[in-house]
């Protein structure tokens, strides 16, 4: 069973930094695509970023987080990080992990972390 388990949310101040990790279980990592989604009170939950498979030679930004979050993949971890600088008020959400395996429709999320940013 495939299990993702989320770390490194908080509070922040405006124009602070914020670092995401995710680990993956229960099954080679390196076959999933990883990504990080997030979502307000009442709203639909959103795409951030994500990379691909085996050496995450391809990634993708949501246009509001370009330049400022980098997403990256540690395959001898089984982990995927969000770097997250110059945060402002309208990054506060909570954050979830995802993963896909490729070429397959199963696909998995962690329990979600809460970042806040806020003076």
């Known amino acids: 069973q495939v299990q993702l388990v989320e770390s490194g949310g908080g509070l922040v101040q405006p124009g602070g930094s914020l670092r995401l990790s995710c680990e993956l279980s229960g099954d080679m990592f390196i076959l999933y695509a990883m990504g990080w989604y997030r979502q307000d009170p009442g709203e639909q939950r959103q795409p951030v970023a994500s990379i691909s498979n085996l050496r995450g030679e391809t990634t993708f930004y949501a246009d509001s987080v370009k330049g400022r979050f980098t997403i990256s993949r540690d395959n001898a971890k089984n982990t995927v990080s969000l770097q997250m600088n110059s945060l402002t008020p309208e990054d506060t959400a909570v954050y979830y992990c995802?993963?896909?395996?490729?070429?397959?429709?199963?696909?998995?999320w962690g329990q979600g972390t809460q970042v806040t940013v806020s003076s």
């Open positions: 995802h993963a896909i395996r490729v070429g397959e429709r199963t696909d998995y």
